[in-house]
């Protein structure tokens, strides 16, 4: 096995045993924060040896083949949670709801083929590494509302609320969340921005509707009328979780889901 594949398996080994531990410790009220932030930690380390030495091997960053794209976006998402967590520690519960869904990606990451693909003459550009950025930057932060969400919603059930109580009310949870919402708004308007600058540059076009940024188009609607309906209504915190998760799938869908259908040549995948 090269030092690659060690790393990077090394590296899903400790995600998985700080997950398990975070669902075991909140199942029994006795959630050991520093035992899952600490393999947490040292899991990204793994990684991001990984993805240089790979990095170093092809000449090119993580984002042409699915595998990369998947080992890239499992990193940097939980770089931004670990990093949120150590900002704000009451998101540090979070962990039992946010790695699992983390687990899905660390799955299917195992499941593909990790050979180079090809790079394109158009990704040879300093907009790249600015497009992916903030959109990774968006993915993560709308990741931590989603951890926020969850423990709102969890706390609905009996067995929920006696695992969260400790936490402060819904409404604060919620607030918190909201605001990991409006940075990830900011983040994909200029996600946005950059991309259609690079479609310019790569393709002679800003915009031309293709699959995938259409599908991203949408997101920021869906985002943005969250936002909107939060600050206008006031939805009850079970109402505001309901759209942060709603946002993440359709975030999801559009990041991992639009590069199995779309032949477009801005398929976010080759």
């Known amino acids: 096995m090269s030092a690659e594949m060690l790393a990077l398996w090394s590296a899903l080994s400790l995600y998985a045993i700080a997950g398990s531990l975070a669902l075991a410790g909140v199942a029994r009220a006795r959630f050991a924060e520093a035992w899952v932030m600490g393999l947490l930690a040292l899991g990204l380390a793994l990684h991001a040896a990984a993805i240089g030495v790979r990095w170093e091997r092809l000449g090119h960053g993580p984002f042409l083949t699915m595998y990369e794209i998947l080992s890239s976006n499992v ?147 869906l985002l943005a009328g969250a936002l909107h309906a939060r600050s206008s209504f006031r939805p009850a915190p079970p109402a505001g979780a309901a759209l942060a998760i709603a946002v993440f799938v359709l975030a999801f869908l559009t990041f991992f889901g639009v590069p199995f259908v779309t032949t477009a040549p801005h398929q976010g995948a080759i």
């Open 75 to 221: 990193w940097s998402l939980l770089a931004i949670y670990l990093l949120a967590c150590w900002r704000l520690p009451v998101l540090r519960p979070s962990a039992a709801i946010v790695l699992p869904v983390l687990f899905v990606m660390m799955l299917w990451l195992a499941t593909q083929d990790p050979r180079e693909g090809h790079l394109p003459p158009t990704y040879r550009t300093l907009l790249l590494y600015v497009h992916v950025g903030f959109g990774k930057a968006f993915l993560g932060a709308v990741l931590v509302a989603v951890g926020l969400a969850g423990m709102v919603l969890a706390r609905l059930t009996r067995r929920g609320a006696a695992w969260f109580a400790a936490l402060p009310s819904d409404q604060q949870l919620d607030e918190l969340a909201y605001r990991f919402l409006a940075v990830a708004l900011v983040c994909e308007t200029l996600m946005l921005i950059a991309g259609a600058v690079w479609a310019q540059d790569a393709w002679g076009r800003y915009w031309a509707w293709d699959p995938l940024e259409t599908w991203a188009f949408l997101t920021w609607l």
